[in-house]
């Protein structure tokens, strides 16, 4: 089961934008109740930082909101799709303007 661009998913978003919000939820807890078998004795968590919450979802959420800077790694890809459109606007000439910190640069 791949969970990043899950299909099951999809047409679960599809149906709640198409107004039919049953479907979507039986399509939602079909892809989630996939996921807990799937992955009830599997690492699901792609961040590959060396980290004490590695997998631990609420508390790596919690640990974000609460900080405020930043998002989960396994939540950067999303983000990073939506922010290479809008950098098209500017030829991405905001590429000479930053810098990953330090501690992403370390391999
Ligand atoms: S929320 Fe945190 S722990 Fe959960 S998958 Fe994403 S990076 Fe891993």
Not at 66 to 77: D, L, S, Y
């Amino acid at each position: 089961m791949i969970i990043e661009g899950n299909q099951k998913e999809k047409d679960a978003m599809k149906a709640f934008h198409e107004g039919n919000r049953q479907m979507g939820l039986e399509l939602q807890e079909e892809f989630a109740a996939a996921f807990r078998e799937e992955y009830k004795n599997r690492d699901h968590c792609p961040c590959k930082k060396a980290c004490r919450y590695h997998g631990n979802c609420k508390e790596c959420v919690a640990i974000h909101r609460a900080h405020q800077e930043h998002v989960p790694n396994c939540m950067r890809p999303i983000l990073n799709a939506k922010l290479k459109l809008l950098s098209e606007l500017t030829e991405h000439t905001i590429a000479n303007e930053i810098e990953a910190p330090q501690e992403i640069l370390i391999k």
